[in-house]
């Protein structure tokens, strides 16, 4: 963010060489002499008045206690830049227009190794391998969601011994999630938190939520695809940290869980890493070393 008059209206400057994303909160983005504008009282940014690069930036997310001017979205809009509604941090999602990015390369890259079922299960097992942290064996993704299966409760224990929580196994009803204990109830805030920082990424990267690799039948399978790939680690974390200051605080386990998860977001760039593993999940085979064996956990 610099001051003064940025960029002539004409130029256009591909998502490749952009920046990235601006993350605003309490205040107000507008438009002055043609320039972006953002005036806040303080938050992400410390008071006072800035100007935003006008094309050079790729995503705003914009948070809490904010607002934005029709000028302003008409600009965004004509130089591609998408803006979404987040929660602190990007511990929720609540909008973003599909204003996309410049190229459809990686839609039509998901869309292509989705449609077969041989690269399909490729990708899933690149996404498992960055998740299990070593090389995938099997092609089989019931052996997969197996092996994920007991991981996962082995972590859980885990988890709960290391933040000394009371820990009957997982349980979750759909119809109503806080009909169960305070792990349990953290647990499914803490999904929601990381669901929403892997909408961010797919809203920003112009991938195609309803075409998971994992995930079928949801309309945000790729989202949940993304989103797994933190759930042994930030996960649980957020989840098992939040339930353990619930028994010191008289605050709500979902108002823990968000301020934990809006904290680990931005010290560990959740967004910006879920944004490269989309990159590298859907590169070409070529492209991919070892489906994915040698990929660090993102």
Not at 3 to 12: E, I, N, P, Q, S
Not at 17 to 46: I, N, P, Q, S, Y
Not at 97 to 117: E, F, I, N, V, Y
Not at 118 to 135: C, P
């Amino acid at each position: 963010m610099l001051v003064g008059r940025l960029g002539l209206d004409t130029a256009r400057i591909p998502h490749a060489d952009r920046h990235g994303l601006v993350w605003l909160d309490r205040g107000r983005l507008e438009v002055e002499d043609g320039c972006r504008r953002f005036v806040t009282a303080g938050g992400v940014l410390k008071a006072g008045d800035y100007q935003l690069p006008h094309q050079s930036i790729s995503a705003v997310l914009l948070g809490p206690g904010s607002s934005v001017t029709h000028d302003a979205l008409r600009l965004l809009g004509r130089h591609g830049c998408v803006l979404c509604a987040v929660g602190g941090e990007g511990v929720r999602l609540y909008t973003a227009p599909p204003l996309a990015p410049d190229t459809s390369a990686l839609a039509r890259r998901q869309t292509t190794l989705w449609a077969a079922k041989g690269t399909r299960l490729e990708v899933a097992r690149r996404m498992y391998a960055l998740r299990f942290d070593k090389i995938v064996r099997t092609r089989d993704i019931e052996v997969l969601r197996g092996m994920e299966g007991a991981r996962i409760k082995r972590a859980y224990v885990l988890a709960a011994e290391r933040f000394g929580i009371s820990w009957r196994g997982r349980r979750y009803d759909r119809a109503n999630p806080n009909a169960t204990d305070l792990p349990n109830q953290a647990l499914n805030h803490a999904a929601v938190t990381m669901q929403a920082a892997a909408a961010i990424a797919v809203a920003v990267t112009g991938t195609i939520p309803q075409l998971g690799f994992i995930h079928e039948d949801s309309g945000q399978s790729f989202v949940l695809d993304i989103a797994d790939l933190r759930r042994h680690d930030l996960v649980l974390e957020i989840a098992f940290g939040a339930a353990k200051d619930a028994e010191h605080r008289p605050e709500t386990v979902d108002r823990l869980v968000r301020r934990r998860a809006a904290d680990l977001f931005r010290r560990k760039a959740v967004v910006p890493t879920m944004i490269d593993a989309i990159k590298t999940v859907l590169a070409d085979n070529d492209e991919a070393s070892h489906d994915g064996a040698d990929a660090s956990q993102p």
